[in-house]
């Protein structure tokens, strides 16, 4: 059995070849993780975005229920996500929900011509997914609402 463990004189380590052959390997394997991982990371920041969305869309919801209409922006503004929050923060939803990557925006845009005194009665909340076509974060909006493209990437939800 010692025998087995004990090393003739001269084969002390490995060749040059087996240490490059076992380094190239590790490298692929790591290449294969990490874009692997890339991709998952995208997939859960898109999914956080529709997560936000809908729960703007609840909020919107109870905004709606307690004033006969969605929030109209009164201003001359184009940045209609600002005046959504304004009047959504503290009484329907607890946090103001940013973009995962903070590179993307989510934007609300409201009908116009739907709007009454107590508010809007039509709107769309979208955001910019990352990875397009993904079947689970399908789009509900196809096309243009509200002049806001609800094309793939943009995922939009409305009422």
């Not at 809908?54 to 005046?83: C, H, K, P």
């Not at 909340?125 to 993904?134: D, S």
Request: net charge negative; hydrophobic share 40%.
């Amino acid at each position: 059995m010692l025998k087995f463990f004990s090393k003739k004189r001269g084969e002390k380590g490995f060749t040059l070849i087996e240490l490059l052959v076992v380094i190239s390997i590790i490298g692929i394997l790591a290449t294969i993780v990490l874009v692997s991982l890339n991709t998952a990371r995208k997939k859960a920041r898109d999914a956080r975005r529709v997560s936000d969305l809908r729960q703007m869309a609840l909020a919107l919801e109870m905004f709606y229920d307690a004033n006969g209409g969605y929030v109209a922006d009164t201003t001359a503004s184009d940045n209609d996500w600002d005046i959504l929050v304004t009047n959504l923060v503290s009484t329907y939803i607890g946090a103001i929900p940013t973009d995962p990557s903070n590179t993307g925006v989510y934007t609300y845009k409201y009908h116009p011509e739907g709007t009454v005194a107590n508010g809007a009665q039509n709107y769309v909340l979208g955001a910019t997914l990352e990875v397009a076509g993904t079947d689970s974060l399908s789009t509900d909006v196809d096309g243009t609402v509200n002049g806001l493209s609800c094309v793939d990437p943009v995922y939009c939800i409305r009422p």
